[in-house]
């Protein structure tokens, strides 16, 4: 009571803490204890549509008008539950189905009626395929496999393969150096047979049996005529291997065995 | 596209080399190196990373290197250990990875995120988990 009757005296006496007057702070009404708007009760104007009522009658629609959403309905708000929950449990019911057919199983069953059937085939009934590889240059051999995975590509994994192959080799031959040079004609006739081991013409002949077998004089023969090339051969390989996965563009054709 | 075969990875035999990440394989490419190390991840277009690996061509020549990349058109063949079993291995990879988008959804199973998203999805969901 005491405040009151105290704010009610400062507000008549300074013009700052008028809530009706012109000159209204209101900094400084909020930090003055115990001043009350003339009614307390007044609910503040928190957005537009609140602004509207008090916005003086001469100004257009267009201008005053903030588009006002209706509040939905408590159908189309139970509406909307529901088919929540239906694309939920629609979703879960997808991913289960989705589980039940394997991965492996529908990426061959969609090859089924396409020129890959054959391949199908021997992918649903385990059986063994002949497969024939090729790298850059040709054909580089065969796989022999239980087929246990295809897709479109070709790509495949095997299990219990048997694989011959052939791989591109530098091999090093001792061979007459090109276009010899002076004094060596007369030695020509000397010529050195055996495929060294070595991979270069200082080893070849820092090797013990080829000093004690050549001596000096064959020695410098070597040097002068010979030298450590490197041929290509196609090495044939073979191994087994219990599962592999075969990219599919080295493959060239699949041959089905019984 | 988005819906239809759900994974890119799952319409080819990439989810099979998805499913052994983290296994030691041995790889061979084209060029008849051969890498043998733990493969660390595998993408859509079979492009691998290879972390510990021994590098060994055609001479017999042996380097170790601890991080190599490939590209996917480069692998002939990857070999796989013998005890794993590739469909169950992939059935595995799935569930996870279904788990994981739906636990990223929130549970509620809403309309999916745009395909470019929803690839990238498994991955950070993967980690969170």
């Known amino acids: ?258 | 596209m988005g819906k239809r075969g759900e994974r890119q990875s799952e319409r080819t035999l990439v989810c099979v080399i998805q499913a052994l990440m983290g296994l030691e394989l041995l790889v061979e490419l084209r060029n008849d190196l051969s890498i043998r190390g733990f493969l660390d991840d595998c993408d859509n277009a079979m492009n691998v990373i290879i972390k510990d690996a021994m590098i060994e061509d055609v001479e017999g020549c042996q380097k170790h290197m601890p991080l190599i990349f490939v590209r996917g058109s480069n692998i002939r063949f990857v070999h796989i250990p013998d005890n794993v079993n590739i469909m169950q291995a992939v059935e595995e990879r799935r569930l996870v990875l279904d788990r994981a988008a739906l636990a990223y959804m929130g549970g509620k199973g809403l309309a999916p995120m745009p395909k470019v998203l929803e690839t990238q999805i498994p991955d950070t969901a993967d980690a969170a988990i």
Request: proline share 5%; with cysteine.
């Open chain 1, 1 to 258: 009571m005491a405040d009151a009757a105290a704010a009610a005296a400062a507000a008549s006496s300074s013009p700052s803490l008028d809530f009706l007057s012109p000159e209204f702070d209101a900094l400084e009404a909020l930090r003055c204890e115990g001043l009350q708007p003339p009614n307390p009760r007044v609910r503040p104007l928190d957005n537009l549509n609140k602004c509207l009522s008090i916005l003086p009658q001469e100004l257009s629609e267009s201008f005053v008008s903030v588009p006002v959403r209706e509040p939905r309905s408590q159908e189309s708000i139970a509406a909307q539950q529901r088919a929540k929950a239906r694309t939920s449990l629609q979703m879960e019911k997808a991913a289960e189905r989705a589980r039940q057919t394997k991965v492996l199983d529908a990426m061959a069953e969609k090859l089924k009626d396409g020129p890959l059937g054959l391949l199908v085939e021997c992918y649903e009934k385990r059986g063994r395929v002949l497969l024939w590889t090729r790298h850059a240059h040709g054909i580089r051999g065969t796989l022999v496999g239980f087929l246990l995975a295809v897709d479109k590509h070709f790509n495949m994994v095997l299990q219990d393969v048997d694989e011959q192959y052939t791989v591109r080799r530098q091999v090093p031959r001792l061979v007459r150096k090109q276009g010899g040079h002076i004094g060596s004609s007369q030695q020509e006739d000397k010529e050195i047979q055996c495929p060294p081991e070595a991979n270069c013409i200082d080893e070849y002949l820092g090797n013990q049996t080829v000093q004690e077998e050549c001596g000096e004089s064959v020695e410098c023969l070597i040097r002068d005529m010979m030298e450590l090339k490197l041929f290509p051969k196609l090495e044939r390989r073979r191994r087994h291997l219990n599962q592999v996965f075969v990219r599919g563009d080295s493959v060239v054709m699949v041959q089905k065995l019984i």
